[in-house]
């Protein structure tokens, strides 16, 4: 169950005509449980309108800095980014969830990394490269980040003026969509042809610690799928999608039985929750139940709802979220997954 703390907001800052920047009053006492790695995430929750809203954002200051900041993009419909970029204010109280997510950054003695962002999937990466280009006088950092044009380019004076205070050790390489560019190769998507070819001429000959991906899935997959292929091994790719939207679980699989009996533990206790069909998750299954399970996307992105199967059998319809040796541990998103046996037991506090 995730925890909520009333954090004030000290500033929200105009990023680009559609982003803000928000940045949090966080009290003393609270800095120990709200620190993060780089690339790590808060769930934010608002009433809106009477409704519950939760979205996750990453953070885009660096640990070192002592700063608790979050970057919102505005989405068509989207409530709270709405909310965030028209009506927020300095003051103003928002609830949020410590800090969480696997797509995080160690620095390495000396290490060189690339970067691949689109659009505000450029948000971890900040707080990954403030971190790499502070740890030591040596490691370098590799942006290819893409946008539609100029104006829309989140953090865009920000990552220029790191090019000048770290010369040398970081470039930053700009793709545009909707304003032409002096050089062809950087008009247009990122796409994983663009990936093998910068693979070929550049990324081949730096010795590469790390690659960051964080952008809409075909940018992530494509340019994942091009770097698995140019030989890269697959633990030095890191990847995180946005938000794809309520994803929902629901289909049909003949085996799966209409009714189950799932015990979930949560917060030490174990209560036995009626699935049916219609419930078309364990996660609606047990929020149906009044059990005040962790959730923010419901769409196999954000890995808050991640809970481990210990007996019985389930299947995951969409995984965005999790790595390979969680589900090889059992774990699982309760909100792609239905169960496949007639009792499942699934613990929320793993
Ligand atoms: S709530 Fe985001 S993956 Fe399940």
């Given at each position: 169950m995730s925890k909520f703390y009333k954090i004030p907001v000290a500033s929200v800052e105009k990023l680009t005509p559609d982003s803000v920047a928000i940045t949090f009053d966080l009290a003393d006492k609270l800095k120990s449980i709200f620190a993060f790695k780089p690339g790590q995430h808060v769930i934010v929750r608002k009433n809106i309108g009477g409704e519950d809203i939760r979205r996750t954002y990453s953070f885009?200051?660096?640990?070192?800095?002592?700063v608790f900041r979050i970057a919102v993009r505005q989405i068509d419909d989207g409530t709270f980014s709405t909310y965030a970029n028209t009506v927020l204010k300095a003051g103003d109280v928002l609830e949020i969830s410590p800090p969480i997510g696997a797509f995080t950054f160690s620095a390495k003695p000396a290490g060189t990394y690339v970067g691949i962002a689109a659009g505000s999937g450029i948000t971890p990466l900040m707080s990954m490269i403030r971190t790499a280009l502070t740890s030591d006088d040596e490691s370098k950092f590799f942006l290819y980040y893409g946008n539609r044009d100029a104006k829309h380019t989140m953090f865009r004076a920000e990552l220029a003026a790191l090019k000048n205070l770290y010369m040398g050790r970081f470039s930053a390489q700009m793709f545009m969509t909707r304003q032409a560019v002096?050089?062809?190769?950087?008009?247009g998507r990122i796409d994983g042809e663009k990936i093998s070819h910068l693979h070929a001429h550049v990324f081949s000959a730096l010795n590469v610690n790390g690659y960051y991906l964080c952008g809409p899935k075909s940018m992530v997959d494509g340019a994942k799928d091009s770097l698995l292929t140019a030989g890269?091994?697959?633990?030095?790719i890191h990847s995180e999608l946005f938000f794809?939207?309520?994803?929902?679980?629901?289909r049909k699989i003949a085996s799966a039985p209409a009714r189950a009996k799932v015990n979930v533990i949560m917060d030490g206790r174990k209560v036995e929750v009626d699935y049916r069909d219609e419930h078309g998750s364990i996660l609606e299954a047990v929020l149906g139940a009044g059990l005040d399970a962790s959730f923010s996307c419901k769409g196999g992105v954000c890995a808050t709802c991640r809970a481990k199967v210990t007996d019985g059998d389930v299947d995951m319809a969409?995984?965005?979220?999790?790595?390979p040796e969680e589900i090889a541990d059992g774990y699982v998103l309760s909100c792609q997954s239905i169960p496949l046996s007639k009792t499942v037991t699934i613990n929320f506090d793993a």
């Amino acid at each position: 169950m995730s925890k909520f703390y009333k954090i004030p907001v000290a500033s929200v800052e105009k990023l680009t005509p559609d982003s803000v920047a928000i940045t949090f009053d966080l009290a003393d006492k609270l800095k120990s449980i709200f620190a993060f790695k780089p690339g790590q995430h808060v769930i934010v929750r608002k009433n809106i309108g009477g409704e519950d809203i939760r979205r996750t954002y990453s953070f885009c200051s660096a640990p070192h800095e002592n700063v608790f900041r979050i970057a919102v993009r505005q989405i068509d419909d989207g409530t709270f980014s709405t909310y965030a970029n028209t009506v927020l204010k300095a003051g103003d109280v928002l609830e949020i969830s410590p800090p969480i997510g696997a797509f995080t950054f160690s620095a390495k003695p000396a290490g060189t990394y690339v970067g691949i962002a689109a659009g505000s999937g450029i948000t971890p990466l900040m707080s990954m490269i403030r971190t790499a280009l502070t740890s030591d006088d040596e490691s370098k950092f590799f942006l290819y980040y893409g946008n539609r044009d100029a104006k829309h380019t989140m953090f865009r004076a920000e990552l220029a003026a790191l090019k000048n205070l770290y010369m040398g050790r970081f470039s930053a390489q700009m793709f545009m969509t909707r304003q032409a560019v002096d050089i062809p190769f950087f008009n247009g998507r990122i796409d994983g042809e663009k990936i093998s070819h910068l693979h070929a001429h550049v990324f081949s000959a730096l010795n590469v610690n790390g690659y960051y991906l964080c952008g809409p899935k075909s940018m992530v997959d494509g340019a994942k799928d091009s770097l698995l292929t140019a030989g890269e091994p697959e633990a030095n790719i890191h990847s995180e999608l946005f938000f794809v939207g309520d994803e929902s679980a629901r289909r049909k699989i003949a085996s799966a039985p209409a009714r189950a009996k799932v015990n979930v533990i949560m917060d030490g206790r174990k209560v036995e929750v009626d699935y049916r069909d219609e419930h078309g998750s364990i996660l609606e299954a047990v929020l149906g139940a009044g059990l005040d399970a962790s959730f923010s996307c419901k769409g196999g992105v954000c890995a808050t709802c991640r809970a481990k199967v210990t007996d019985g059998d389930v299947d995951m319809a969409i995984n965005y979220g999790l790595e390979p040796e969680e589900i090889a541990d059992g774990y699982v998103l309760s909100c792609q997954s239905i169960p496949l046996s007639k009792t499942v037991t699934i613990n929320f506090d793993a």
